[in-house]
Structure formats: C-alpha cells, structure tokens
C-alpha cells in the first residue's frame, strides 16, 4: 500500500477506513466469494463466476495476486 502512495482502505465493517490491514480482515473481505458450477449427470452446463469488487481487485494488486487466479 505505501508504494502505491496508498493510506488507507475501506476494509472495515462498514467501509471504514483501515491503515494496517490484518489478515482476518483481508481473509473476511473475501469469505463470500464463491464460485458455482451447475452440473447435469455430471458434465458442467453452467459456471456461476463470482465477481470481484473494486476493493476485492486491489487488495490482490497489492498482494501480487492476478485477480484471474482468484
């Protein structure tokens, strides 16, 4: 975040601004994330791909994480 000249995030409950995440709170903003895949005798008939937020995409960017890995 401070290379990016970046202060704080709004990664609180709330959207409130953060200065030093913690990893329960990075691990929390993506605890709903889910992907589905719709199955009919076993072969896949639809992918449900979870979209990411705003927030979601640049916490991976600070963490080097490709947001297609995730």
Same mark, same amino acid.
């Given at each position: 975040?401070?290379?990016? &000249?970046?202060?704080?995030? =709004?990664?609180? =409950?709330? %959207? @409130?601004?953060?200065? +030093? =995440?913690?990893?329960? %709170? #990075?691990?929390?903003?993506? $605890?709903?994330?889910? @992907? +589905? +895949?719709?199955? %009919? +005798? &076993?072969?896949?008939?639809?992918?449900?791909?979870? $979209?990411?937020?705003?927030? %979601?995409?640049? #916490?991976?960017?600070?963490? &080097?994480? =490709?947001? $297609?890995?995730?």
């Amino acid at each position: 975040m401070a290379r990016a &000249g970046v202060e704080e995030l =709004p990664i609180y =409950p709330e %959207q @409130r601004q953060c200065a +030093h =995440p913690t990893t329960e %709170q #990075v691990l929390r903003l993506f $605890s709903l994330a889910e @992907r +589905h +895949h719709l199955l %009919q +005798h &076993g072969l896949t008939v639809q992918v449900f791909d979870l $979209s990411l937020t705003d927030l %979601q995409r640049r #916490v991976l960017a600070f963490l &080097g994480v =490709p947001a $297609s890995a995730f």
